[in-house]
Every structure is written in C-alpha cells, then in structure tokens.
C-alpha cells in the first residue's frame, strides 16, 4: 500500500500541503479533484521526492519513500507522469521510452508490454517526441513512466489540452492498468470521466484533503461538486 501519513511539504519558505493523510492500494484507481492551487501537484511532486517535506511520512509497503532521494523513488516501482508531460522533445519516442527502461533496467519485454497499451507508438518509435500531437505525446509520458513497471503510478492532468476522444483513449488505458494491478492516483479536471474510472474520490482544498467520497454517489449528485472544484459538473 501507498500511504501517506500527515504529510506536510513546502516550497522554500511557503507551507502548501498541511497534514495530507492519504492511502492507494495496489490495483485501486484514486481520483483526486480539486480546484488550481490546491495542491494536487505539490502532492505527487512530494511523493516523488521534488518537494521538501517539513514533517509526516510517505510510504510505500515497508519502504519509507520521504526518507529516500527523488533519483530512487522510481526504482521502488513509482511511475509518475508529470503535468505538461515533460518529454525530451528533441529525443524519438523510442529514446524516450530507453531512458525510462534504464531507471530500473528493464528488459524489453516491458517495453513490449508498455506497447501493448499503445499500439499506436509502434509506428512512431522514430519520430521526434516534440512533433507528435497532445495525445500521443501524453501516451509517450505515461508509456515511459510504464518501463518502470510500476506498482503505482501517478498521473497529472493527463487529459489537460486533449481532445475528447484522446482523453478516452488516457482513460482507458488507466482502466486497463487497474486490471493489471496497478494502483493509480489520478488528478484530474475532467470530472466526469474521472467519477467514471475511480474507485474512490478526494477533494483537496487549501493544501488539506478536506472529504473522501463515492464516485458514485457524487456522480448522482453532481451538485456537491460545486465545493471543491468550482463548476457546475454536466451528466
Ligand atoms: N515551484 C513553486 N514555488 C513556490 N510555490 C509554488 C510552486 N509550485 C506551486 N506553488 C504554489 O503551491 C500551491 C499549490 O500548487 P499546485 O500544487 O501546483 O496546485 P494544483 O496542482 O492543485 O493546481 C499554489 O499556491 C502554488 O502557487
Ligand atoms: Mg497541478
């Protein structure tokens, strides 16, 4: 299980997460919503080892993570995907993925499985990563984060700027990681999409995780929505 146990972290001098407890287990998908500047990123950023934490304790089974260098969080089967995804534009989708397999010497078994998921970067492998479109870029960023053969992975915003039909496709592969026991913590803008693909929901406000809820339930009443991430959600 990936726990997070009264997690604060800051930026220099400013505080931004306060006292975050927060646990995925493996195979479960976690949607996390909340409005911009409540500290969604930070979150991942934290657990990734990017951020410094002032006090608390992240954890991964018997690992303790926020005792580690962010260079060794991946090799304990952390995958994250950044957002604005953050590839190597000059390099080609299939230098791209190599630098994601070397982080834990994968095989290229991984890399065959992780292009199972992606079909479509098969006739890609050669093309610079900065002329693919939004989508498969995303596809390339959360594929390289794959490599690692992840246990968790963390995905920000992977829809943001994507065409509906490509935030499917993320969506889908999200679901399919699941089937393969991978457990997820996704923050996301699209909120009906994610009601659709979580198993559970929290809401952050202000740095704090302020309610964990049923995405069921919310999906029903859409309106409790309305508090945590400032638009009215459509069915
Ligand atoms: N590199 C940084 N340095 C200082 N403050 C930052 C930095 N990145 C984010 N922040 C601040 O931390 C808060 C949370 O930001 P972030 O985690 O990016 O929110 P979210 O992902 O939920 O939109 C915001 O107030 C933001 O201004
Ligand atoms: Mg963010």
Redesign the pocket.
């Known amino acids: 299980m990936l726990k997070i146990n009264n997690l604060s972290s800051r ?2 001098q ?1 505080k ?1 997460l306060n006292k975050v407890t927060l646990k995925v287990k493996e195979g479960e998908i976690l949607g996390l919503l ?1 409005r ?7 979150l991942l950023k934290s657990i990734m080892g990017l951020v410094e934490v002032v006090s608390g304790s992240i954890s991964l089974d018997e690992n303790i993570l926020s005792e580690q260098q962010a260079h060794n969080i991946p090799k304990y089967g952390i995958g994250y995907v950044p957002q604005g995804r953050r590839l190597f534009p000059e390099l080609m989708v299939e230098e791209n993925l190599k630098m994601g397999l070397l982080v834990r010497d994968s095989s290229t078994d991984v890399l065959d499985w992780v292009l199972s998921l992606f079909p479509l970067l098969k006739s890609r492998m050669k093309q610079k990563s900065g002329t693919l479109s939004g989508g498969e870029q995303q596809m390339v960023a959360t594929a390289r984060a794959l490599c690692l053969q992840p246990k968790y992975l963390l995905m920000d915003e992977p829809s943001e700027g994507l065409m509906p039909s490509m935030t499917e496709t993320i969506l889908e592969t999200v679901e399919k990681l699941k089937t393969e026991n991978v457990g997820i913590l996704l923050v996301e803008q699209k909120i009906e999409g994610t009601l659709r693909v979580s198993d559970r929901i929290v809401f ?1 406000e202000n740095g704090s995780i302020s309610e964990e809820s049923d995405p069921q339930k919310l999906a029903e009443n859409p309106e409790s929505l309305m508090k945590y991430v400032g638009v009215k959600a459509r069915y």
């Open positions: 930026y220099a400013v931004v909340g911009n500047g409540a500290g969604k990123s930070t952050m």
